[in-house]
């Protein structure tokens, strides 16, 4: 049975290794990138390269583009719409939802999945890599095995914005990691122990026994009780604020706290101190937006 030809747009580090893992998969490829013999090693492994961009659309029913973001997809496609008639596009770049939609509003009928990937090129194709995807159902059904062959592949609904969602989700909560890093390093610079040896020896084990917990607290959130099963609002309200004077006394500024302790102080003025410190999740969803 004969592979599914596929394009690819874009040959950075993720745009190239998306290309070998295709091609070495036995996929007629065809490649196209804006800077002429980007990734040489890809022809001596079979791969075409278009001239242009329609060019290489032409080549393949599915068309992937591995760009910088998502709205450099947008701006590179839109044009080729016509072109795109009886094709499918892939685009696996970082992107808001928002993005996400309108780059299948943009192309009119075209089936479009757009996809996250948790991953670096060099683990992309192994179960290291998770990538997650939405959009199309009927793009999914044909080309889901397609996906898959980039990684741990999870499609999560026909919303054209449910992946990026994901994506951002999931790169907030690294940032809130980073963000706790930053602030417990440099509450202790005075000590010996340095970064590192705090690091090593105090913050990075604790952490990861922290992790074990997530399960449990999102149990919490999603009954939308808020029962304790580690620690109330009242208590963590009082230990971000001893935590915050501590790195004041220290010389370190708490701009990465304070929006929590503001969150833990209303919960409890508002008569929650007895539940979940979880809770705080209700109050960002139901908090004012601001810009």
């Known amino acids: 049975m004969s592979k599914t030809p596929v394009t690819v747009l874009g040959l950075g580090r993720m745009g190239a290794a998306v290309a070998e893992i295709l091609v070495r ?4 490829t065809t490649v196209w990138n804006r800077t002429p013999g980007r990734a040489a090693h890809l022809d001596a492994l079979g791969a075409r390269r278009a001239p242009d961009p329609r060019t290489a659309v032409a080549a393949g029913r599915l068309i992937i583009t591995v760009l910088a973001d998502t709205p450099a997809a947008t701006e590179l496609l839109t044009p080729l719409a016509d072109a795109l008639a009886g094709r499918t596009v892939l685009n696996v770049a970082t992107g808001r939802p928002d ?3 309108e780059l299948t509003t943009r192309l ?3 089936p479009v999945l757009d996809a996250g990937v948790f991953g670096v090129p060099q683990t992309l194709g192994t179960p290291d890599t998770l990538l997650v995807y939405s959009g199309s159902p009927a793009a999914n059904t044909e080309f889901g095995a397609v996906v898959a062959l980039l990684g741990e ?6 919303d054209p914005g449910s992946a990026a969602r994901h994506d951002m989700a999931v790169l907030a909560g690294m940032y809130g990691l980073f963000g706790g890093f930053f602030q417990a390093v440099a509450m202790t ?6 970064a590192v040896g705090f690091t090593e020896t105090y913050l990075a084990p604790w952490l990861r026994a922290l992790l074990d917990m997530l399960p449990t607290l999102a149990a919490e959130i999603d009954s939308g009780e808020y029962p304790v099963n580690y620690s109330d609002l009242a208590v963590n309200r009082s230990g971000l604020a001893d935590i915050r004077a501590t790195a004041r006394a220290e010389g370190v500024a708490t701009d990465l706290l304070d929006p929590l302790q503001r969150i833990f102080d209303a919960e409890v003025a508002a008569g929650h101190g007895a539940a979940s410190f979880t809770r705080a999740v209700a109050a960002l969803t139901a908090a004012p937006v601001t810009s």
């Open 153 to 158: 592949a999870r499609y999560v609904g026909s």
């Open 108 to 110: 009119g009928g075209i």
């Open 99 to 101: 993005q996400a939609a």
């Open 189 to 194: 610079r005075g000590e010996r122990a340095g």
């Open 25 to 28: 998969a036995g996929h007629p």
